[in-house]
């Protein structure tokens, strides 16, 4: 096919290959630094073996299998299993929804190896708590979150910790105040720290000139140059060229797209060879290290010094663990809710624990600053802030006026990510909770319709019987709706049904309250539904359209900047809808 993209060479010796099957889907991906490669399989669903078109059933990495997937009726993901010497088993259990056999794409139990953890929502999918233990009865409240009417955490109730942390905002989604007390669930005693974060420009409102005390001076598009004790350069607008510190010069170059290649840390190099903003390989000194990805291009782990390793990540994506091939845990890393490094602990801590630098949401962590890089700037966990402001938001003619550019994923770091520093995202279960009410409303018009329907008077079954035979490329409709295709030779090529035939489990219905069979040389198949994607997309457009403008237009809402941060799930939403129409 005409168009696809091959292969691609550096002049740095990188080389990067990629085949595709014959239905045009990436087959298999080969990159190679130097001497050494690794090449990275897909492997499709097979119906002939009981699998579904379409979706991915596992991952080679060098001709070996390293993930398989298993998914239910409904194409949801139910186990993921990473084939090492003892196999490392992730399976999900999905929330049920608030009707009588309905169900969610909201995952409420996540068992990762020997540990089972449990999640609770709100009404809009934010996570609420996550709990620890065999059962949900039994499970032990380990993390509770509260968030305000804009999606912003206010309340942090943290076992892992021990200690609960509030935080405030202004109206313009600026933290002013974080909290910490003794840990509880209900009311709280004084306050055990307090830091407040200020913010003394009068013509840029959400720059942070005073962090606990401590000055922060800026150039004048927002790049920081005195900061908490360190002293920073810029280039090219945006770019931080060198940070220094006592005992500590870093310094950063770039490609031509401004996605970092290399860093010294005092007079250590550390080389970065890219697919993109993809590190597929990295050099510090002698010391190579090349990542692994998955089929969504998230990280599966990395092979160092001849051996292979795999991380375990929890439902926001979070390393929180590093396997050896043998399938034994070596290292555990633990992070509050902003993505700060609590502890490194582990066999490996001290060795594989340090040298992986990807950590918080699969972000890269510059262990020597404390600083996540985010391909476009650096984001700061102890902080919970950019370092420096976002660039131009296309459309405003570069007034910056009603948006914040410093603030993290909306000041909402549990359900949201944001691995290029300019547009946070939702983490999957809340994007899909947001398509799920959108379905909800569609549903519930569709029942109205339903049961009007059900009132008129019912057809016999006798007059319902569709004629065996038909017209070729015609369609016969019963009495009571079930309908059936004919093919070119006239013979049935798929049938409508809406009756179960005394087996409920056998004919899944969808929203409208039935079922489809295919024919093929004269015998027919199963039932299978399809389900309302398509028009939940559009309304799921639609509505986040409409909020697009009404948020938009400050003189209209008369709420200025503060609603502007629904601009971040409006445009997932935006985006959700698009996938489910199109695919």
């Given at each position: 096919m005409i168009g696809r993209i091959v292969g691609m060479d550096s002049t740095d010796g990188q080389t990067l290959r990629i085949a595709y099957d014959s239905k045009n889907r990436t087959d298999y991906v080969v990159s190679k630094v130097g001497d050494s490669s690794t090449k990275t399989r897909y492997l499709y669903g097979n119906t002939g073996a009981n699998q579904k078109a379409g979706l991915i059933y596992g991952v080679e990495i060098d001709d070996t299998p390293a993930v398989s997937y298993a998914y239910d009726n409904m194409a949801r993901r139910t186990g993921r299993t990473l084939d090492l010497g003892t196999d490392y088993v992730t399976s999900y259990g999905y929330l049920a929804g608030n009707e009588a056999g309905t169900t969610t794409a909201?995952?409420?139990?996540?068992?990762?190896?020997?540990?089972?953890?449990?999640?609770?929502?709100?009404?809009?999918?934010?996570?609420?708590?996550?709990?620890?233990?065999?059962?949900?009865?039994?499970?032990?409240?380990?993390?509770?979150?509260?968030?305000?009417?804009?999606?912003?955490?206010?309340r942090e109730n943290s076992k892992s910790q021990d200690k609960t942390i509030t935080y405030r905002y202004?109206?313009?989604?600026?933290?002013?105040?974080?909290?910490?007390?003794?840990?509880?669930?209900?009311?709280?005693g004084d306050p055990v720290q307090t830091v407040a974060y200020g913010y003394g420009d009068m013509n840029w409102k959400d720059k942070l000139t005073s962090y606990d005390g401590t000055e922060i001076a800026y150039?004048?598009?927002?790049?920081?140059?005195s900061y908490l004790g360190k002293t920073l350069i810029w280039q090219n607008g945006r770019q931080l060229a060198s940070l220094n510190d006592t005992d500590l010069t870093v310094n950063y170059a770039y490609d031509d797209s401004g996605i970092r290649i290399q860093k010294t840390v005092n007079e250590t190099e550390t080389k970065f060879y890219l697919n993109g903003t993809v590190i597929l390989t990295q050099m510090t000194g002698n010391e190579r290290m090349d990542f692994l990805y998955d089929e969504a291009g998230d990280l599966l782990g990395f092979k160092y010094d001849g051996n292979s390793y795999y991380y375990i990540r929890n439902l926001q994506s979070d390393i929180t663990g590093i396997l050896n091939s043998a399938g034994e845990q070596i290292v555990s890393y633990a992070y509050d809710a902003w993505g700060k490094l609590l502890s490194v602990a582990g066999s490996a801590a001290d060795t594989i624990g340090k040298k992986n630098p990807f950590r918080y949401r699969g972000y890269y962590y510059d262990t020597e600053t404390g600083l996540y890089y985010l391909n476009s700037r650096y984001y700061n966990p102890e902080i919970g802030r950019?370092?420096?402001?976002?660039?131009?938001?296309?459309?405003?003619?570069?007034?910056?006026?009603?948006?914040?550019?410093?603030?993290?994923?909306?000041?909402?770091?549990?359900?949201?990510?944001?691995?290029?520093g300019q547009w946070p995202k939702w983490i999957q279960g809340v994007a899909n909770a947001v398509e799920n009410l959108v379905k909800k409303a569609?549903?519930?018009?569709?029942?109205?319709?339903?049961?009007?329907?059900?009132?008129?008077?019912?057809?016999?079954?006798?007059?319902?019987?569709?004629?065996y035979t038909g017209k070729p490329g015609s369609t016969y409709k019963a009495p009571n709706g079930d309908t059936r295709t004919y093919g070119p030779d006239g013979k049935p090529k798929h049938d409508y049904d809406h009756s179960d035939h005394g087996y409920p489990d056998k004919h899944p219905h969808d929203e409208n309250g039935g079922h489809n069979h295919d024919w093929e040389n004269g015998v027919r198949g199963p039932a299978y539904s399809v389900n309302n994607d398509p028009l939940a997309g559009a309304a799921l457009i639609t509505v986040c359209a409409i909020g697009f403008f009404l948020v938009a237009a400050d003189d209209i809402t008369v709420i200025g900047i503060a609603d502007?941060?629904?601009?971040?799930?409006?445009?997932?939403?935006?985006?959700?809808?698009?996938?489910?129409?199109?695919?």
């Open positions: 909201l995952i409420e139990r996540l068992q990762s190896g020997p540990e089972t953890w449990w999640y609770a929502y709100d009404a809009v999918g934010n996570i609420t708590s996550i709990s620890k233990g065999e059962t949900k009865e039994a499970a032990i409240l380990q993390e509770q979150y509260v968030y305000d009417g804009l999606g912003q955490i206010i202004d109206g313009g989604g600026n933290l002013t105040e974080r909290k910490e007390y003794t840990y509880s669930t209900g009311e709280l150039d004048a598009i927002g790049n920081p140059l950019y370092l420096n402001a976002d660039k131009a938001i296309p459309g405003v003619g570069g007034d910056i006026r009603g948006y914040n550019l410093f603030s993290y994923c909306m000041n909402n770091p549990i359900n949201m990510s944001d691995p290029n569609i549903n519930k018009a569709i029942n109205n319709v339903k049961a009007a329907l059900s009132s008129k008077p019912k057809v016999s079954q006798t007059t319902n019987k569709r004629p502007n941060f629904l601009l971040g799930p409006l445009g997932a939403g935006v985006s959700k809808g698009l996938i489910m129409i199109f695919g």
